[in-house]
């Protein structure tokens, strides 16, 4: 009996994914993940072992048609030559492995970071704002960005603030030690709970299986861009922390609020409106 049901494939199938594919699983997708270690994946993802950035076919790669693809590639260094293996280099090598089995999805998501944005003094950023990177992440990120929107296939760039959530809680570590931020001027920073950037990509996937029109671009970000400063405040009171003893903070390149307008327009909304409620579920699991 032939399925109906939408197939997708997860190049690069690590934490985002792996809670996207489970996501789409639990409503009838099939779900494909591919991944150098695939014993980590959850039972309901179709493991596929296969290295980015070999240019081999995985010996394993599934036949048949591929409704959806999802490049969500992290650079295992964090070198220029890195991103280019990770984020360009496998995103091509995923392009002709598709060609050469004959398959077109009808979506490409390509995850990308906010980090292509190079505002610096607190102005707010959305999706037909200028990208001028300075930093080499970056800009690779960009030139794959447009590899993707120019592959041929219908495709959208999600762009993904900082990620935090259980396993990525560097910021508490910090604060925990006595970290402090200068609050002159405001250092304005962006997010999102791994569990909302997951379910972005969820909605955007179901949302084009319904037949909706997407954009060829989205911030995954919350709903309230903060100070740097007032979400360590907050940290420090939830923690107790008192006094600073530890390293301050440096403040990363680019100061930005981003919105997530568009995504919002299109129905979606994240589960964690802002650092508040997305640290203190954290705090209440740790």
Sequence with gaps: ????????????????????????????????????????????????????EAAQCPPDWPGGPLDYLVYCAAASRHDEAGYRAAYLEGLRHVLDWLALHGQRPRRLLFVSSTGVYGQQDGEWVDERSPTEPSGFSGRVLLEAERLALGSGLPASAVRLAGIYGPGREWLIGQVRRGAGIDPQPPFYGNRIHRDDAASLLAFLLEADARGVPLADCYLGVDDAPAPLHEVVAWLRGRLGVVGEGGEGLGRRA??????????????????????????AALLGES
């Design 254 to 279: 680019g100061s930005k609020r981003c919105s997530n307008a568009r995504a919002r327009a299109l129905g979606w909304a994240p589960d964690y409106s802002s650092y508040r409620e997305g640290y």
């Design 1 to 52: 009996m032939e399925t109906t049901e939408p197939v997708l494939l997860i190049a690069g199938c690590g934490d985002i994914g792996s809670r996207l594919g489970e996501r789409l699983a639990a409503v009838g997708w099939r779900v494909h993940g591919l991944r150098r270690q695939v014993a980590a994946l959850p039972p309901s993802i179709l493991p596929l072992r296969g290295d980015l």
